[in-house]
């Protein structure tokens, strides 16, 4: 402003007395393109100051030079308002290409610029560069084919004769091969602009992996819970109905077009309202429902029975918004529940019968035991000691054969007494309780070894122990179970020079297996199943005395006990007998 003042002073005897005030409109032009408004009206206002206070051929002044002045102001606020209004405008172009270029940068899709002649990369984003794992100027300036992998080729080539054909290609779905090898759809959009005077692609790309892995499962739960027999409904917190399955139609009879959008009380009874406010309270509150039982209203005016489990729906923050009901039909296990009933009262009816007729019988076997032990044993001793008295009285006048027919009669009484004692023994084993503690079997069949020792050292016998650890059981009843065995090992190893005893168990199996083994004479297993057997023999009693009934006790004790007792042999080889026993808690 002072250089266009001075400049009018010194040029004043050539304008011959003229307020010529065009070279004072530059200064105002410069300072409104340089400050905007306000610098510009400044300018102004001092150039009109300046003006009329130093320019000497304003003393005379006209109207024309009143009228240059104030056209001289009037430009001066115009190019002052134009300037400011260019300011604006670069202003808003500015933040626009700010805010574009921030956008740009910090979206989390991944975004390209790319040119398309060569499909070079001239600018990627940082969600490109994250997502492919590379640093910005590892893929700014290189082919986009390097880092934007199609699976599918053809897919690609379709997706280009669209975006050439129609100058965009919006919301594409697609498969891209990433970095590491992973294949992962992405929502592509892209349009064609000019930049730089080239065509280019702008492209924007979405990773929905997880959105259509949510789709997925999302339609297979919606495919589990529509094939469903159960009826499943969905409700929000005010009760009306948001969805209604197949197994829904099925159990109530209503379509879903029928109770979507209506209240849930339309399925519950009058007398059961009360129910439905009840569960929707707790659902508000963020308290459990229990499943139970109740009835609900079919679209026929029938009612069912249901089991039924209520849920909450969250939405995304964790609210409770609504809950969803899961209402089985419990009608045919409320008939069988009544039929199960009725047969256990019939069971027990009938348990109640045979226990009666068990009673009676076992009184009938212990009358019957009476009459064997006493009845039964009074004419045996009549007919063993006269057979004695008559052999003692007349023996030495009989002849041989008639002591012979004297001894047989003899040698059956005493068979007849043992087997009488040994069917007692037997049926004793049924009524007599179980006094279970714990059993030390090692101890128990050293003692009963001691019993056969007499017989085990004049035959030379060998006898090895091995481990028998402690079981659970009743004391004197296992004894027995050893006795038994032990003298049938003993029994029938008797035709052997050099006859072997081993007892012991096998302790790796659960439970336990002991084991009482000889080489004595064995048997055929063919015959296995009639070892156990009351009266059963293998063998001729000519060759093995015995009545068949020591098996058969050891066996049902062992039974009674809760183990089991089996037996591995061969002709002339030895055999083997099996049993297990529960182990004592003590070991």
Same mark, same amino acid.
């Not at 079919?298 to 489990?309: A, F, I, L, N, W």
């Not at 030379?460 to 091995?466: A, D, F, M, N, T």
């Not at 012991?504 to 199996?509: H, K, L, M, R, Y």
């Not at 080889?573 to 099996?578: E, I, L, N, P, Q």
């Given at each position: 402003?002072?250089?266009?003042?001075?400049?009018?002073?010194?040029?004043?005897?050539?304008?011959?007395?003229?307020?010529?005030?065009?070279?004072?409109?530059?200064?105002?032009?410069?300072?409104?393109?340089?400050?905007?408004?306000?610098?510009?009206?400044?300018?102004?206002?001092?150039?009109?100051?300046?003006?009329?206070?130093?320019?000497?051929?304003?003393?005379?002044?006209?109207?024309?030079?009143?009228?240059?002045?104030?056209?001289?102001?009037?430009?001066?606020?115009?190019?002052?308002?134009?300037?400011?209004?260019?300011?604006?405008?670069?202003?808003?172009?500015?933040?626009?290409?700010?805010?574009?270029?921030?956008?740009?940068?910090?979206?989390?899709?991944?975004?390209?610029?790319?040119?398309?002649?060569?499909?070079?990369?001239?600018?990627? /984003?940082? %969600?490109?560069?994250? @997502?492919?794992?590379? =640093?910005?100027? +590892?893929? &700014? $300036? #290189?082919?986009?084919? !390097?880092? *934007?992998?199609?699976?599918?080729?053809?897919?690609?080539?379709?997706?280009?004769?669209?975006?050439?054909?129609?100058?965009?290609?919006?919301?594409?779905?697609?498969?891209?091969?990433?970095?590491?090898?992973?294949?992962?759809?992405?929502?592509?959009?892209?349009?064609?602009?000019?930049?730089?005077?080239?065509?280019?692609?702008?492209?924007?790309?979405?990773?929905?992996?997880?959105?259509?892995?949510?789709?997925?499962?999302?339609?297979?739960?919606?495919?589990?819970?529509?094939?469903?027999?159960?009826?499943?409904?969905?409700?929000?917190?005010?009760?009306?109905?948001?969805?209604? /399955?197949? %197994?829904?139609?099925? @159990?109530?009879?209503? =379509?879903?077009? +029928?109770? &979507? $959008? #209506?209240?849930?009380? !339309?399925? *519950?009874?009058?007398?059961?309202?009360?129910?439905?406010?009840?569960?929707?309270?707790?659902?508000?509150?963020?308290?459990?429902?229990?499943?139970?039982?109740?009835?609900?209203?079919?679209?026929?005016?029938?009612?069912?029975?249901?089991?039924?489990?209520?849920?909450?729906?969250?939405?995304?923050?964790?609210?409770?918004?609504?809950?969803?009901?899961?209402?089985?039909?419990?009608?045919?296990?409320?008939?069988?529940?009544?039929?199960?009933?009725?047969?256990?009262?019939?069971?027990?009816?009938?348990?109640?019968?045979?226990?009666?007729?068990?009673?009676?019988?076992?009184?009938?076997?212990?009358?019957?035991?009476?009459?064997?032990?006493?009845?039964?044993?009074?004419?045996?001793?009549?007919?063993?000691?006269?057979?004695?008295?008559?052999?003692?009285?007349?023996?030495?006048?009989?002849?041989?054969?008639?002591?012979?027919?004297?001894?047989?009669?003899?040698?059956?009484?005493?068979?007849?007494?043992?087997?009488?004692?040994?069917?007692?023994?037997?049926?004793?084993?049924?009524?007599?309780?179980?006094?279970?503690?714990?059993?030390?079997?090692?101890?128990?069949?050293?003692?009963?070894?001691?019993?056969?020792?007499?017989?085990?050292?004049?035959?030379?016998?060998?006898?090895?122990?091995?481990?028998?650890?402690?079981?659970?059981?009743?004391?004197?009843?296992?004894?027995?179970?050893?006795?038994?065995?032990?003298?049938?090992?003993?029994?029938?190893?008797?035709?052997?020079?050099?006859?072997?005893?081993?007892?012991?168990?096998?302790?790796?199996?659960?439970?336990?297996?002991?084991?009482?083994?000889?080489?004595?004479?064995?048997?055929?297993?063919?015959?296995?199943?009639?070892?156990?057997?009351?009266?059963?023999?293998?063998?001729?009693?000519?060759?093995?005395?015995?009545?068949?009934?020591?098996?058969?006790?050891?066996?049902?004790?062992?039974?009674?006990?809760?183990?089991?007792?089996?037996?591995?042999?061969?002709?002339?080889?030895?055999?083997?007998?099996?049993?297990?026993?529960?182990?004592?808690?003590?070991?």
């Amino acid at each position: 402003m002072a250089a266009a003042l001075w400049l009018r002073l010194k040029m004043d005897p050539w304008l011959a007395g003229q307020p010529n005030f065009i070279m004072f409109t530059l200064p105002i032009m410069l300072s409104a393109y340089a400050g905007g408004l306000w610098p510009g009206l400044l300018a102004t206002a001092l150039s009109g100051l300046a003006v009329g206070c130093y320019v000497p051929a304003l003393a005379g002044q006209t109207f024309a030079t009143w009228w240059q002045e104030g056209f001289l102001m009037l430009a001066g606020v115009i190019i002052s308002g134009l300037s400011e209004s260019l300011h604006r405008t670069r202003r808003r172009a500015g933040e626009g290409q700010e805010l574009f270029a921030r956008s740009f940068r910090l979206s989390p899709d991944c975004v390209t610029l790319t040119r398309l002649r060569d499909r070079m990369i001239l600018e990627a /984003n940082d %969600g490109l560069c994250a @997502l492919w794992q590379a =640093r910005r100027e +590892e893929v &700014v $300036g #290189q082919p986009a084919g !390097r880092f *934007i992998v199609w699976a599918d080729e053809a897919e690609r080539s379709r997706f280009l004769q669209r975006l050439h054909a129609q100058g965009e290609c919006l919301n594409h779905e697609a498969k891209l091969r990433i970095r590491d090898g992973r294949e992962l759809d992405f929502n592509l959009s892209s349009r064609l602009i000019t930049f730089g005077n080239e065509t280019c692609a702008l492209s924007v790309m979405r990773d929905i992996t997880g959105h259509k892995r949510a789709e997925i499962a999302t339609a297979r739960l919606a495919a589990i819970v529509d094939s469903s027999s159960d009826a499943i409904v969905g409700k929000d917190l005010a009760g009306i109905v948001t969805s209604w /399955n197949s %197994g829904a139609e099925q @159990l109530f009879g209503y =379509r879903a077009d +029928e109770m &979507v $959008g #209506q209240s849930i009380l !339309r399925l *519950i009874p009058d007398e059961r309202q009360a129910e439905e406010t009840q569960i929707m309270d707790s659902i508000r509150h963020n308290r459990t429902v229990r499943p139970f039982e109740t009835v609900r209203r079919c679209k026929d005016g029938s009612t069912v029975e249901v089991s039924v489990t209520v849920s909450p729906i969250r939405d995304a923050a964790g609210r409770v918004v609504g809950a969803s009901k899961v209402a089985r039909d419990i009608t045919e296990r409320r008939r069988a529940e009544q039929q199960i009933r009725q047969l256990n009262a019939e069971l027990e009816q009938r348990v109640r019968l045979r226990t009666e007729e068990l009673e009676a019988a076992n009184r009938e076997l212990e009358a019957f035991s009476y009459s064997i032990s006493h009845d039964l044993r009074a004419p045996l001793r009549a007919v063993d000691g006269f057979s004695q008295a008559v052999m003692e009285d007349f023996g030495p006048q009989l002849p041989a054969d008639g002591r012979r027919q004297l001894d047989v009669i003899q040698e059956s009484a005493r068979r007849m007494g043992c087997l009488i004692d040994d069917l007692l023994a037997f049926s004793r084993l049924s009524r007599q309780p179980l006094e279970k503690q714990p059993v030390d079997m090692a101890r128990l069949v050293r003692s009963v070894l001691e019993d056969f020792a007499g017989e085990c050292a004049t035959r030379q016998v060998e006898v090895s122990l091995g481990e028998l650890p402690p079981c659970a059981g009743d004391h004197r009843l296992l004894r027995q179970v050893m006795v038994n065995l032990i003298s049938n090992a003993l029994k029938y190893s008797r035709k052997r020079t050099q006859p072997t005893l081993a007892i012991g168990c096998q302790t790796a199996t659960h439970p336990p297996v002991y084991y009482v083994r000889d080489n004595g004479s064995g048997f055929d297993m063919r015959y296995a199943d009639k070892l156990f057997g009351v009266f059963q023999r293998l063998h001729r009693a000519e060759d093995y005395e015995g009545t068949g009934v020591g098996l058969a006790i050891v066996q049902r004790i062992v039974n009674r006990h809760g183990g089991r007792i089996w037996a591995e042999s061969a002709p002339d080889a030895g055999a083997t007998f099996y049993f297990t026993l529960q182990r004592s808690d003590a070991s």
